[in-house]
């Protein structure tokens, strides 16, 4: 959720500039999507400061849960009251161009470090927002995090390099291994073409041939900074149901989630 920027003013310097996309506009979506259940992940625009995405938590406790963003400053008490307030995860940003981070105020793995005995502790789990042509490079420190570690967007990588890239079938081992998870969102962030992005199937289905049961799907509602046209969540809906079977849609959608950000069972 972004804003309203009046209440809540985004980081200074960040690396984009949003609309307000307040709780009440989410709360919408997830009515228009069917979605008795939403996750809010803290998004760079507003650095450390979680403000915005804590009020919303506090605002809608049944129906939503938070990813948070935070390091070596939080503490154990902190940490607690996040998880009061319906948190279950903090984000690690590792995504890259030319080796260089990609947006600013991302907090890293490095500085999550510290806090894995208390989010593991807690029952949470970390957010990578990484291109997964990196994930090899990263299979050390991946296999020291005590807890689970969900890939954002499919790996984030563009469709043209295939899913015989090494770095997507780190990711595939992973998934089979039951060490990572994946949202399978974001499929124009791979750069496939709207409306029916028929690139990005491939690594939907090797994704979900990999571990259906390690998969959650996303909206990634309001689309911040995209490379092309903004697209519409139910056209996602829609496509990731086009490309599931009713089993897997139900793990995806509904069971997995669950069990990942801690909902009561229905």
């Not at 927002?129 to 807890?147: G, N, Y």
Request: charged share 25%; glycine share 8%; proline share 9%.
């Amino acid at each position: 959720v972004f804003g309203p920027a009046a209440r809540f003013p985004y980081a200074e310097p960040r690396s984009y500039t949003p609309d307000d996309a307040p709780l009440e506009s989410y709360l919408a979506l997830l009515d228009r999507l069917g979605c008795e259940r939403g996750v809010l992940v803290q998004p760079s625009a507003y650095g450390r400061d979680n403000g915005a995405m804590l009020d919303a938590l506090a605002r809608a406790p049944k129906r939503l849960r938070g990813v948070a963003v935070g390091g070596a400053e939080l503490t154990a008490t902190t940490l607690k009251q996040w998880h009061a307030a319906g948190v279950r995860a903090l984000r690690a940003n590792e995504f890259r161009r030319d080796g260089k981070p990609y947006y600013q105020n991302g907090v890293t793995l490095k500085d999550i470090e510290p806090l894995l005995p208390l989010i593991a502790e807690l029952g949470w789990h970390v957010q990578l927002w990484v291109d997964a042509r990196d994930l090899p490079d990263m299979a050390e420190v991946l296999a020291r995090i005590p807890v689970p570690v969900v890939v954002d967007h499919m790996g984030r990588m563009e469709h043209r390099h295939g899913t015989s890239h090494p770095g997507f079938q780190a990711l595939l081992r992973g998934l089979g291994e039951g060490r990572l998870w994946a949202k399978v969102s974001g499929t124009y962030r791979l750069g496939a073409t709207p409306p029916d992005y028929v690139e990005a199937r491939p690594f939907h289905d090797a994704l979900v041939a990999a571990n259906p049961q390690n998969l959650v799907w996303g909206s990634d509602w309001p689309h911040p900074r995209p490379e092309g046209p903004v697209p519409d969540a139910k056209r996602l809906l829609d496509v990731f149901c086009d490309w599931t079977s009713a089993d897997n849609r139900q793990a995806i959608l509904s069971d997995n989630p669950a069990r990942l950000y801690d909902f009561p069972r229905a």
